[in-house]
C-alpha cells in the first residue's frame, strides 16, 4: 500500500520532466536566484540524450565519413571495406553512456537544484505530488512555478494492426543492436529519413512509405524532392503519395512484417521503423486537477504560461506544448521560462519567426523561417532566388551531386524570412540564416558580409547575386 511523506516540500520552482528542456529550465532558474526542483522518472537527459538527437548522429556519422570518402578520387581508392555496424553500434553505446545518466545527474546537482526521482502529476495549484516507483509518494508545492517538460512520445496513428504489432519507434531504432535485412519505414520525416539512410548505409534493404507527396513535407517542395533522387542513387526505395492500411505479424513477433498499401500494395520487411510525429506526454500528468484537458499540446502564450489556468505559475516548455518539437527550441524556451518565473519580462517569439532545424541525412536538410507558400499565405510581398551549394567551389570540393538553396525574402522591408539548404554540411551554414532573420537584416547590408573563399558559404554571395539578377 502507497505511503505519503509526512509533510510537503516547498521550491521556488518546480519542474515535471528532466529532459534537455527540463534541466535547462533548473539552469536558468537557479541562475536567478530560485530553489528549484526537478522531478523525473526515466533517465535525466531525456529522449534527446538517449532515443533521439544524440544517438541518431552516432548512427549516422561513421557511414556518412566513408561515403564522403568514395566521392573523392584519391580518398575513394583507400576505402577497401564495408562499414562495421558493430563497431557503430558501440560507438553509439558510447555516446549515449550506455543508458545510464550519472553525468547528467552529477551536471543537475551541481547548479544546486534537487533531483527527485519518480513519477510527477500536477495536484492543483502549484502542488505537484511525486510517486516513486515503490509506490510511495510526496507532494511538493511551489512558490512561484510549476513547469511542465514532459515531453513527447512517438505517434502511433490508428492504422489496422499497428497498435498490437511489434514495430520500432524512435526509441527501438536508435537503440538497435542488429542490422535488419529488410527495413521498411513508415513516415518520410526528419526521424524516418534519418534512420533509413543510417541503416541501408549498414546494409539493409530500405523502403519509405510516405502518405504525402514528397519526403520532408512541411520543408520547401524542392528539399524533398532533391533528398529523394540523392535516397534512390544510392539505393533506397522512396514510395510517396501512398498510405498504410495494415500492419500485420502473421506468425509472432519475430515473423517478418507486412505493410499493406492502400493500392493493395503487400512490403515485407523484417522491422518497422513507425516515424509519423510525435504526441505531447500529457494523458497522465494531473491536468484534470488544474481544469485541463489531458492529451493534447498544453496551449501557451509567448511567455511560454498555461492558457486556461489562473494565477500565472503554471507554464510549459519544449515538445509538450507542441510550439517547436526540436531540442534546440525546447532549450531555448527554457531560458525563457528560466527567466520569466524570476520575474523579468521577456517572451519566446523566436518561435513565431526564425525555427532553424536540420535533418543530418547526406546531404543535409536545412531550414529556417517561412518556406515560399508560408510567406505567401501571410500575405508577404515575396521574392525567392535559388542557388546550389555544390556550384561554389568550397562545396563542389566534397564531391556531392545534390544540392539546393533558396531565399525567402519580403521585398517591402527587404529582408530575408526564410532560407532553406540542402547539401553537405549544411547545418553549419544555417545560423547565418537564422542571424539574418531574427537581426531583420537588410539585403543590402548582408552585401557587405564577405564570405571566405573557398567555403562552402559562398553559396550565400550567389544568392545575393541572384537576387540582384546577377548570374
Known amino acids: 500500500m502507497a505511503t505519503s511523506a509526512s ?10 520532466g528532466g529532459g534537455s528542456t527540463g534541466t535547462n529550465v533548473a539552469w536558468y532558474a537557479r541562475d ?8 523525473e522518472s526515466r533517465l535525466v ?3 534527446c540524450s538517449y532515443w533521439a538527437c544524440i544517438p541518431s548522429k552516432a548512427l549516422l556519422g ?6 564522403a570518402a568514395r566521392r573523392v578520387p584519391g580518398a575513394a581508392a583507400a576505402v577497401s571495406g564495408e562499414v562495421d555496424a558493430q563497431a557503430v553500434f558501440e560507438r553509439r553505446d558510447e555516446w549515449t553512456s550506455g543508458l545510464d545518466d550519472a553525468a547528467q545527474v552529477s551536471w543537475v546537482e551541481s547548479i544546486g537544484a534537487e533531483l527527485i526521482r519518480g513519477r510527477g502529476r500536477l495536484a492543483g495549484e502549484r502542488r505537484v505530488e511525486v510517486e516513486r516507483d515503490d509506490g510511495a509518494t510526496r507532494t511538493l508545492t511551489a512558490v512561484r512555478a ?14 489496422e494492426g499497428l497498435g498490437s504489432t511489434r514495430i520500432w519507434t524512435n526509441k527501438e531504432v536508435t537503440q538497435a543492436s542488429q542490422v535488419p535485412g529488410r527495413f521498411l519505414v513508415l513516415g518520410g520525416g526528419p526521424v524516418g529519413c534519418e534512420m533509413a539512410q543510417a541503416f541501408a548505409r549498414l546494409g539493409s534493404q530500405v523502403t519509405i512509405i510516405e502518405r504525402e507527396g514528397r519526403l520532408l513535407g512541411p520543408y520547401e517542395p524542392e528539399v524533398g524532392d532533391t533528398l529523394r533522387e540523392a535516397f534512390e542513387a544510392e539505393g533506397i526505395t522512396v514510395m510517396t503519395g501512398t498510405a498504410a492500411t495494415s500492419v500485420a505479424r502473421n506468425d509472432g513477433d519475430d515473423a517478418p512484417v507486412t505493410v499493406t498499401t492502400e493500392e493493395g500494395q503487400e512490403l515485407v520487411g523484417d522491422e518497422l521503423l513507425v516515424s509519423i510525429g510525435r504526441r505531447p506526454n500529457t494523458d497522465d500528468i494531473g491536468l484534470d486537477t488544474v481544469g485541463l484537458e489531458p492529451g493534447g499540446p498544453l496551449e501557451v502564450d509567448d511567455r511560454l504560461a498555461v492558457a486556461g489556468v489562473d494565477g500565472d505559475w503554471l507554464f510549459a516548455a519544449g515538445d509538450v506544448n507542441g510550439r517547436a518539437m526540436l531540442t534546440h527550441q525546447g532549450k531555448y524556451q527554457a531560458r525563457v521560462v528560466g527567466d520569466v518565473v524570476a520575474g523579468k519580462d521577456v517572451s519566446a517569439w523566436a518561435d513565431h519567426q526564425a525555427v532553424p532545424q536540420v535533418v543530418f541525412t547526406d546531404p543535409q536538410a536545412a531550414s529556417v523561417g517561412q518556406t515560399e507558400q508560408q510567406a505567401a499565405d501571410a500575405g508577404i510581398d515575396l521574392k525567392t532566388v535559388t542557388s546550389d551549394p555544390n556550384g561554389v567551389a568550397g562545396g563542389a570540393l566534397h564531391g556531392h551531386r545534390y544540392g539546393f538553396a533558396k531565399l525567402v525574402i ?15 554540411g549544411v547545418g553549419e551554414l544555417l545560423h547565418a540564416a537564422t542571424i539574418a532573420i531574427v537581426g531583420a537584416v537588410p539585403i543590402d547590408r548582408l552585401w557587405h558580409a564577405t564570405p571566405s573563399f573557398p567555403t562552402a558559404s559562398e553559396v550565400w554571395l550567389r544568392l545575393l547575386e541572384a537576387d540582384r539578377g546577377i548570374r
Open 62 to 67: 561513421p557511414p556518412e565519413l566513408v561515403a
Open 410 to 424: 519580403d521585398q517591402e522591408r527587404r529582408v530575408i524570412v526564410g532560407a532553406s539548404l540542402v547539401g553537405p
Open 7 to 16: 509533510e510537503d516540500q516547498t521550491y521556488d520552482v518546480i519542474v515535471i
Open 32 to 39: 536567478n536566484g530560485l530553489s528549484v526542483a526537478v522531478v
Open 45 to 47: 537527459g531525456g529522449e
Open 146 to 159: 510549476v513547469v511542465v517538460a514532459s515531453g513527447s512520445r512517438a505517434n502511433i496513428p490508428p492504422i
